[in-house]
């Protein structure tokens, strides 16, 4: 069972960086498409951006040029510089797994991974 454990939240203000990163639990880490969301109550999950095994990632829209997402296969560890934040960055975000190495063009879709971590918490004040 892979576990995903989260950290790097907090509270910042608007045009603050924060820094998250997600540990995971198994080897096979390394082999895994990695992602992250967001949620904000009432909303659906929302995809922040991937990482494939071959260091490829791809964004969406509101994530270019502010987040960058990262990994390190040694230490089983996924990262997510975030940079500019806004109050509209302000969500749960949550790093996934899926156990395959090319995340596709549809990474967006939460229904597609197979393992989640418990959310860490961003507040963006204004």
């Known amino acids: 069972q892979e576990q995903l454990v989260e950290s790097g939240g907090g509270s910042v203000q608007a045009g603050g960086s924060l820094r998250l990163s997600c540990a995971s639990s198994?080897?096979?880490?390394?082999?895994?498409?990695m992602g992250w969301f967001r949620q904000v109550p009432g909303k659906g999950r929302e995809g922040v951006a991937v990482i494939e095994t071959d260091g490829t990632t791809q964004y969406s829209d509101f994530a270019k040029g502010r987040f960058t997402i990262s990994r390190d296969d040694a230490k089983n560890t996924l990262y997510l510089e975030m940079n500019n934040l806004t109050p509209e960055d302000s969500a749960m975000y949550y790093c996934?797994?899926?156990?395959?190495?090319?995340?596709?063009?549809?990474?967006?879709?939460?229904?597609?991974?197979?393992?989640w971590g418990q959310g860490t918490q961003v507040t963006v004040s204004s």
């Open positions: 996934a797994a899926r156990g395959v190495r090319w995340c596709g063009g549809v990474w967006y879709r939460p229904g597609l991974y197979d393992y």
């Open positions: 198994r080897d096979t880490y390394s082999t895994y498409c």
